[in-house]
Nanobody, 121 residues
Framework: EVQVVESGGGLVQAGGSLSLSCATSGFTFDDYAIAWFRRAPGKEHKDVSCITNEGNTYYVDSVKGRFTISRDNAKNTVYLGMSSLKPEDTGVYYC???????????????WGQGTQVTVSS
């Protein structure tokens, strides 16, 4: 059974930091890319960052220089370090598993339930 579980969300003031984790099991982790999507209140899911199975990383322009994605293949876990947080970073953050990094949701096979991040001004 595939499991994708996000953790690490919370409430933080603008300028603060959070670190999200995406723990997975049930598939060959090394073969897959892992992405983070954000669903802001009243908006559609939006891609935030992605890391390929080879460790190449991608970021949406709005988070470049502030967010860092990494993976630990020994732990089947992906991390998203977030710093200099802004109120517009608020939303539910979802971890998605697919063969390639893509901004399109339907390119991903497995999804977690999400973790809430709230940045207060």
């Amino acid at each position: 059974e595939v499991q994708v579980v996000e953790s690490g969300g919370g409430l933080v003031q603008a300028g603060g930091s959070l670190s999200l984790s995406c723990a997975t099991s049930g598939f060959t982790f090394d073969d897959y890319a892992i992405a983070w999507f954000r669903r802001a209140p009243g908006k559609e899911h939006k891609d935030v960052s992605c890391i390929t199975n080879e460790g190449n990383t991608y970021y949406v322009d709005s988070v470049k220089g502030r967010f860092t994605i990494s993976r630990d293949n020994a732990k089947n876990t992906v991390y998203l370090g977030m710093s200099s947080l802004k109120p517009e970073d608020t939303g539910v953050y979802y971890c998605a598993v697919g063969y390639q990094c893509s901004a399109t949701m339907d390119r991903y096979e497995y999804w977690g339930q999400g973790t809430q991040v709230t940045v207060s001004s």
